[in-house]
């Protein structure tokens, strides 16, 4: 667990706001006695905190963060990785050339913004 997180079970009771076991099982789709037996147990598993974050529309990757099962640069990695896959290709290029000319303002040439891809 990294030095921002909280117990697993400090979580639940939190982003559950008190929900009783039972409604807590029913809402997430988890056995109510092995929830009960893994918090008591300190075994709450990455697969409860999901369940319980996507039951309540909390943000499953934040929930993660918060129990110590990722750290936030992984979360940060992940979410970098995703947003790049999601870009066109013509997009990824102009950045490129964008970001080449920022380095060197005074290399000749036009501006990306006037470069045709």
């Known amino acids: 667990m990294n030095e921002d ?3 697993p079970s400090d979580w639940i009771d ?3 706001q ?3 076991g039972r409604a807590l099982a029913a809402k997430a789709g988890v056995e109510q006695s092995a929830l009960r037996r893994r ?3 300190g075994t709450v598993t990455p697969g409860d ?3 319980i974050a996507r039951a309540y529309q909390l943000p499953v990757v934040d929930a993660l963060v918060e129990t110590g099962f990722i750290t936030r640069d992984e979360a ?3 979410g970098a990785r995703a947003a790049v896959a999601d870009v066109s290709d013509v997009e990824l290029s102009r950045e490129f050339l964008r970001r080449l000319h920022d380095a060197d303002p005074e ?5 990306p913004e006037d470069y045709i891809i």
């Open 5 to 7: 997180s909280r117990t």
């Open 14 to 16: 939190q982003a559950t």
């Open 18 to 20: 008190g929900d009783s």
């Open 39 to 41: 918090r008591k147990n």
């Open 49 to 51: 905190i999901i369940a």
């Open 76 to 78: 940060l990695y992940s």
């Open 107 to 111: 290399t000749d040439g036009p501006p």
